[in-house]
T-cell receptor
Framework: DGGITQSPKYLFRKEGQNVTLSCEQNLNHDAMYWYRQDPGQGLRLIYYSQIVNDFQKGDIAEGYSVSREKKESFPLTVTSAQKNPTAFYLC??????????FGPGTRLLVL | EDKVVQSPLSLVVHEGDTVTLNCSYEVTNFRSLLWYKQEKKAPTFLFMLTSSGIEKKSGRLSSILDKKELFSILNITATQTGDSAIYLCAALNFNKFYFGSGTKLNVKP
């Protein structure tokens, strides 16, 4: 069954802690994306990657980092530099220039 | 600056009403316009529009793109309470999807 998985569903972060959100896809898509969504807001692009071992900053990359060592995986680290990390994080993938599909999301909360 | 603007921001209607949601865009190297429906989870894909003037339909939903005036509309006829959601549009260029802030639709019984 092809799709995009994200884990965990909920994540709690303590002050000063780095946390990593997982995103895996088995759709054989080249492009992968991370978005942040705040309550009542649209999606804001954090990072995206068009190909393995390459990624670009989106509109709100500060305080976040990513890696793309495998085609299937695009993990997002929320660093301690991100002062307001509470949000809904969505991972997506697409064939370049085609429809983008989303994972189920991770809700990050700060303790 | 590339941007996508949706209107209205929110809308309250009664079951059976017809609604029109608007999406205007200014995106360099524009390729396609996409519509998504988001309930309390991840967005689900509705339509992808690439050609101007060609309506796409799925049940009670339909959408059309005007590449000259740089906008798209999403129509929902005979609305149902299950249509209550946030509707997002996104403009795609070669590399990125630019999302609007969404229209929150509330359909009352």
């Amino acid at each position: 069954d092809g799709g995009i998985t994200q884990s965990p569903k909920y994540l709690f972060r303590k002050e000063g802690q780095n946390v990593t959100l997982s995103c895996e896809q088995n759709l054989n898509h080249d492009a992968m994306y991370w978005y942040r969504q705040d309550p009542g807001q649209g999606l804001r692009l954090i990072y995206y990657s068009q190909i393995v071992n390459d990624f670009q900053k989106g509109d709100i990359a500060e305080g976040y980092s990513v890696s793309r060592e495998k085609k299937e995986s695009f993990p997002l680290t929320v660093t301690s530099a991100q002062k307001n990390p509470t949000a809904f994080y969505l991972c997506a993938s697409s064939i370049r220039g085609e429809t983008q599909y989303f994972g189920p999301g991770t809700r990050l909360l700060v303790l | 600056e590339d941007k996508v603007v949706q209107s209205p921001l929110s809308l309250v209607v009664h079951e059976g009403d017809t609604v029109t949601l608007n999406c205007s865009y200014e995106v360099t190297n524009f390729r396609s316009l996409l519509w998504y429906k988001q309930e309390k989870k991840a967005p689900t894909f509705l339509f992808m529009l690439t050609s101007s003037g060609i309506e796409k339909k799925s049940g009670r939903l339909s959408s059309i793109l005007d590449k000259k005036e740089l906008f798209s509309i999403l129509n929902i006829t005979a609305t149902q309470t299950g249509d209550s959601a946030i509707y997002l549009c996104a403009a795609l260029n070669f590399n990125k999807f630019y999302f609007g802030s969404g229209t929150k639709l509330n359909v009352k019984p």
